[in-house]
């Protein structure tokens, strides 16, 4: 195989938990030219990763003309494809670019007939109610190739990049991060829930640092906060960083807090001691992924609390969690009364837990 194509058609956080597989795939064939094809404004996150060569940029919606422009871009280019989206468009991509394909399929589609045909080696997904974890699933693409003695595979953030100046000089040794928006309404923590935690950090005389990227949504949740909470050892430093400046942010912290978003998944790749807020997210499928993490890593469907390593999961303690759903009403837009009902005095408290164990950043 001297040239791979690695099919990665979701968003950032998806991108990112695919990194193992690249990874691993770099390790079965140094010297093969691997690229990665996702969608635009999607693979900044692979942005100086040393196992990629080239990233494939591509509209979420390519219409006719573009998919014939890509169609001609892919034909048999590559000698392997790796198709790590389950969907019908990652398939045909497959298809078109390489010869052999290995690739994952829903565990019950429609279309589940030809794109079996289509492949030389199928790994069937569970879907969000599983119990295997997305990266572990990657990572059975490459069983008809396996690599020997390999015990630990990492999600691979981007290098780390200078902070700021500002910024930089603000900072104090060990700040704690904070990150309070989330895309969709299921996942998002109340903003009155993030406004007491901070509050209670703050009291605790810890310096908080605010992420997020500077689109509307992500603005109006922090302004949100913002709006209650005055101090200053609050910093917001949303929309001012990249990802490899995060990286640096995100390895000085004492302590990341947040959602099921992308930037927690890359504070754990990071290395940064992490406490994440779940609500109908099943963690076996979608924790974030902790360093160090062996084949042998095991994470509970259902818990209050948890810790893997570096992560520490948060639940609600409904008997219906987690549900795999978008929300009590199965909608972007939709409550999660499962994530409304982890209590800031909770949350507080497992991280002032956190940051007081001897092997914690900074501990005292």
Not at 68 to 82: H, N
Not at 88 to 98: E, M, N, P, T, V
Not at 166 to 173: D, F, H, T, V
Not at 175 to 190: D, G, N
């Amino acid at each position: 195989m001297n040239r791979i194509l690695v099919i990665a058609t979701r968003q950032i956080g998806d991108v990112l938990l695919t990194t193992p597989l690249i990874h691993a795939a770099r390790r079965r064939w140094p010297k093969a030219r691997i690229d990665v094809l996702g969608f635009e404004g999607q693979l900044g996150i692979l942005k100086g990763n040393p196992d990629v060569d080239q990233c494939l940029a591509t509209p979420a919606r390519l219409g006719f003309a573009g998919a014939w422009r890509l169609g001609r871009q892919l034909w048999r280019r590559y000698d392997l494809a790796l198709v790590s989206q389950p969907g019908d468009r990652a398939h045909l991509l497959g298809w078109i670019a390489a010869p052999c394909r290995s690739g994952l399929l829903p565990e019950s589609g429609g279309s589940n007939w030809w794109k079996t045909r289509l492949l030389d080696h199928a790994v069937t997904s569970a879907g969000d109610r599983g119990e295997v974890h997305v990266v572990m699933e990657k990572l059975r693409l490459l069983e008809p190739w396996p690599v020997q003695g390999e015990a630990f595979t990492p999600v691979v953030p981007p290098p780390p990049r200078p902070l700021p100046a500002e910024l930089g000089a603000r900072l104090r040794p060990g700040p704690i991060v904070v990150h309070v928006p989330s895309m969709w309404r299921y996942k998002q923590w109340p903003i009155e829930h993030f406004v007491k935690l901070v509050q209670g950090l703050l009291h605790e005389g810890h310096q908080v640092v605010l992420t997020g990227s500077s689109s509307p949504r992500d603005q109006q949740c922090i302004g949100a906060l913002r709006a209650e909470v005055h101090s200053p050892d609050l910093i917001d430093a949303s929309g001012q960083l990249d990802f490899g400046q995060l990286v640096t942010l995100l390895s000085d912290c004492v302590l990341y807090i947040g959602p099921d978003t992308s930037i927690t998944h890359l504070a754990a790749a990071s290395g940064a001691p992490v406490l994440t807020l779940l609500g109908p997210t099943n963690p076996q499928r979608w924790a974030p992924w902790p360093v160090d993490a062996g084949r042998s890593i095991h994470i509970v469907r259902h818990a209050a609390m948890q810790t893997l390593n570096n992560i520490t999961l948060l639940q609600g303690p409904q008997e219906c969690v987690p549900c795999g759903r978008a929300g009590c009403e199965d909608h972007h837009h939709s409550p999660s009364a499962c994530l409304e009902s982890i209590t800031p005095d909770f949350a507080l408290a497992q991280a002032m837990a956190i940051m007081a164990k001897p092997s914690s950043r900074y501990a005292s």
